[in-house]
């Protein structure tokens, strides 16, 4: 801690370790390959700790990453994000190295694909279950055309159906995120039936966080992708996904300021190093993090009634009773608890394992 | 535009030099030295630009910041934020090789600068004029402390009085900034008043885009120190202190996937890219930003009705008119117009001048 002089991501290994184990387990009793996404923490270090516990294949969002995990051993990987043919070069170059699996939604790409692909690649069609980010409606016209596109490819060979349920992220508790997961299931597992016989080791494949996390089992899916489980953070504290102390990041942060007479202490940690994700804090507030002290072993419980209430780009306000905030001064850290961890993560590239 | 496959910025250097060139005019007519804010660009090619047009002061918000920019060239350097006791190092090894200003506002600091620092800085009391982020009001007694403190430091010079109007952020239009700007030149005079007898040197300092913009000149002060006006963003136009040509960057993000049942293109180009800073749009929507058609030479005029509605890691939501989107194909470009371009240029690191 003492060599720490600006904001720098604090990782909790012995807690990330146990959400791994626990979704891990929670994969094998389900009978379900588990594919963790890779985007939260974009790590190395992260990626030995899922080695360690069975895990060879994962999810990136972005060839830049799959670049990078290739490049450190990583040999299975689920591109899970619409193909952009502007990396096609890249692409090719990837496919040439590992098992890589792309997610196509639309003829034209598709066709952009059979046109262009120089090697071998998996094809996940992209369907939306009611997320509406991406993805095809399962009753879209355009699945039977990309399946037959596919059929005839003999660059192409299709995987399945793979959905990112990310309207869990905008539920009100546990029994409407489950229904979530049920009815995805339910969508995917139909879509399976109908092009089962065409294609006999398509699967199907599902994956976000909090429904995840909140189910006792996967049963019925073939394959899960969740992926902020790792660190989790303070929305999915709020969603009911987790608890606090399942909270693996604290971003490590010098107290720069102290304002008794605002009830405020500044700190070096702003948009820039926290992101400006907020959610609506327990008073109707806007918050940006839960404030924590640093302890030798790692970080205290959350300090009551403190909580990060403004972020510019390398300043962070953090809101905090006076009783609280006359033990803190100038050259001290703060560790925030982030709202977002996958962006947090991303931003503080300077991260240290307590 | 051809060689883009991934989100980058678009800086128009045309503009962003017109840009420049309008307020070092408003800085010579007024009469005040014109210290820039760097952390808008963090750019070399930016700073040549500046230098074309006589700036050889700058301002910067993180020793980071402070060193990337001495190692290239630049002397004369304000750290306008306030002092972090544990880059002291940092700060000792910088003071070494250009002219280095901090930020003080608590004794507490000031003595522990006086302890630690090796070699001579300037100081500036951070004053807060009404934006309560940080700083001491003009009344507070920890000012004359401070002030004591330096005068009989061998170390530090006091420079004089330094302020950031933030609030003009939040203002109502134009009248309301020109009085923020009008009230923060009070507060800081009188200051001035105050210590002039026993520090003939001290200048008042004064920095914030809107107000600097709006402003038909800054007379009065004797330094202003805005930023964000070298590329402008959609936060800006809203606030009034530009128009849309004025803005000088984009963000070009190529397009994944198109869906005219939902009148919506998804873009590469997500939280990672653009930052999740956010304004109400025209119409009480939440929007991240404008979207246009990069042009051999730029950009497009905003596409009507189009705006960036909703981002992920890496995805982007972009609402756009069916009759407009229909011109639109995966593999093609989007621009984004930022809301806030300090955070968008921060985080794209990878950037074309067009």
């Known amino acids: 801690m003492n060599s720490i002089s600006k904001p720098t991501l604090l990782i909790d290994t012995l807690k990330a370790e ?4 626990m979704m891990a387990e929670k994969a094998r009793r389900s009978k379900v390959i588990f594919r963790p996404h890779f985007k939260t923490h974009q790590s190395i270090e992260m990626g030995n700790l899922y080695r360690k516990h069975g895990i060879d294949k994962i999810t990136v969002s972005s060839v830049e990453m799959a670049q990078f995990f290739a490049a450190n051993n990583w040999h299975d990987i689920t591109l899970a994000f619409p193909v952009n043919p502007r990396e096609i070069k890249q692409i090719n170059k990837l496919a040439t190295s590992i098992n890589l699996n792309l997610l196509v939604e639309s003829v034209y790409v598709a066709e952009l694909l059979e046109k262009n692909l120089t090697g071998n690649v998996g094809i996940f069609i992209k369907i939306d279950v009611g997320y509406h980010r991406t993805g095809l409606a399962p009753s879209d ?87 902020n489980f790792v660190y989790y953070d303070v929305m999915q504290y709020h969603l009911g996904s987790c608890s606090l102390d399942d909270i693996a990041v604290a971003a490590a942060c010098p107290v720069i300021a102290v304002h008794p007479e605002r009830e405020e202490i500044v700190i070096y940690g702003g948009a820039v190093h926290l992101s400006k994700e907020a959610i609506e804090g327990d ?30 780009q390398e300043h962070g306000i953090v809101s905090m009773p006076v009783k609280e905030l006359n033990r803190f001064k100038p050259g001290d850290l703060l560790g925030i608890l982030p709202i977002h961890s996958c962006l947090t993560a991303n931003l503080l590239r300077q991260q240290v394992t307590v």
Not at 185 to 197: E, F, G, P, S, V
């Open 18 to 21: 146990r959400n791994i184990k």
């Open 141 to 227: 016209p355009e699945i039977e055309k990309i399946t037959k596109l596919l059929k005839s490819s003999s660059k192409m060979q299709f995987r399945g159906f793979l959905t990112h349920a990310g309207h869990t992220y905008h539920t009100k508790g546990r029994e409407e995120t489950l229904s979530i997961l049920e009815s995805a299931k339910q969508q995917l597992t139909k879509l399976k039936q109908k092009y089962i016989a065409g294609f006999p080791d398509i699967i199907i494949s599902y994956g976000d966080t909090p429904s995840c996390s909140m189910a006792e089992n996967c049963n019925g899916f073939d394959e899960i992708r969740p992926g």
């Open 283 to 312: 008073n109707g507030f806007k918050m940006f993090g839960y404030v924590v002290a640093p302890t030798p072993k790692g970080w205290s419980k959350p300090i009551a009634g403190a909580y990060v209430s403004g972020l510019s």
